[in-house]
């Protein structure tokens, strides 16, 4: 649990970096969407402290039918996820000169990238050994 509310907490301030810079910047759309991002990695946060001090308990096993509905959701808004940071990056080393802050960010959407396509193929293994003991 401590380890997850580390990773938000971390998410949280690079959201909140890139965000100062976008309205540095003037860029209202990535700004809007980081504002998005931030929201949920709060709320992620306060989960998270709330399973690791008791408060909340953990939720009973999903039966395979919601294990597969929730994938279904799920793996959309990945894939949304994936295409946003792959767009980002693609700008990103479209840059003509790069800084090392940028190589920094570069390198960071790259490892988002990397983890959204290992959670769709996960996703995508579970989906199949879910429908076949369907």
């Known amino acids: 649990m401590l380890a997850l509310i580390a990773v938000f907490i971390g998410l949280l301030a690079f959201h909140l970096w890139i965000l100062s810079r976008m309205i540095a910047r003037g860029d209202t759309f990535l700004s809007a969407l980081l ?4 929201g949920l990695f709060a709320v992620r946060i306060v989960h998270y402290a709330r399973r690791y001090r ?3 308990q953990r939720k009973a096993e ?10 279904r959701i799920m793996a959309p808004v990945l894939v949304g996820l994936l295409a946003l ?20 960010f570069a390198a960071l959407l790259v490892l988002a990238v990397v983890t959204f396509v290992a959670r769709l193929a996960y996703y995508a293994k579970r989906y199949s ?3 076949r003991a369907s």
């Open 35 to 38: 504002v998005v991002a931030i």
């Open 54 to 56: 008791g408060i909340e």
């Open 62 to 71: 999903k039966d395979g039918a919601s294990e597969r509905r929730q994938i």
């Open 85 to 104: 940071h792959a767009w980002l990056l693609v700008v990103t080393l479209s840059a003509t000169t790069l800084t090392v802050t940028e190589y920094a």
């Open 129 to 131: 050994i879910l429908k």
